[in-house]
């Protein structure tokens, strides 16, 4: 076995075991608690009034939350109304809202920052109103695109491309804009045309600065859908969220995050093996 095999499993038994601590931590904390009864009540005349520790709901237990696991995995797709969807019905939304935004900051922020990147004159031109722009929250446009767009989902849609362009549009120019001199003087060199310059030697060189932005846009776009879908409601993982912790169903409320944080983890996951596929070792 190599060192860095080993090195693996020991960062894997690691984690399990904090893991583990974790849920001891956490079903120590669940436990029942007897209830502090008055002199003179009997414990069977304070279950009959619900105050017994039987009939008390407290903070969720881990076997209540891995039981919302299995119960709501089972069958995942279902709809029985407006407020009654399957979790993975809830997801797709989720998923398909943060796919488009981002398909449309893709859209803007690529070949904008691959000019402004490398035109230092536009560069500076373009720096005061990124500055300016960029500090804004997102869910502050919320309010603008339902009035002016007249639809939840497309504002919602809109929000997402609003945070995820921002990253995107900075990491391409600094990518474009720190292309090694060298590199570029072989090309001219060459006497390249400028396309085949741009997309032969200036994109692979700034590959991993752009995919660098498009990994913590996708991060960002994850983080607010939650809080847009909790603003307009319908569907959606925020909505669903917001909606148990209306039915102060804590069991499901605590599996849908534990959800968001698996499928933000995994969106992370594929950025990364994307990045590390454009990254040239020297």
Known sequence: MTSRNASRLQSAALTLLIAAMLLAIWQFLTLPKPPKLPPGVSAEYAELMGQGSATRQGFPTPAQVIHTFVQELRNPFYDHGPNDKGIGLQLGYSLARVAGGFALAVLAALPLGFVIGM??????AFDPFIQLLKPISPLAWMPIALYTLRDANVSAVFVIFICSVW????????GVAGVRREWLNVARTLELRPMRRAFGVILPA???TILTGMRISMGIAWLVIVAAEMLVGGTGIGYY??????????PSMLFAIFLIGLVGMLLDLSFARLQRAVTYAE
């Open 206 to 208: 700034a590959a991993p």
């Open 119 to 124: 035109f230092p004159v536009l560069y500076r």
């Open 241 to 250: 969220v917001w909606n148990e912790w209306n039915n102060l169903a804590l």
């Open 167 to 174: 990253p995107m549009l900075i990491n391409t120019a600094f």
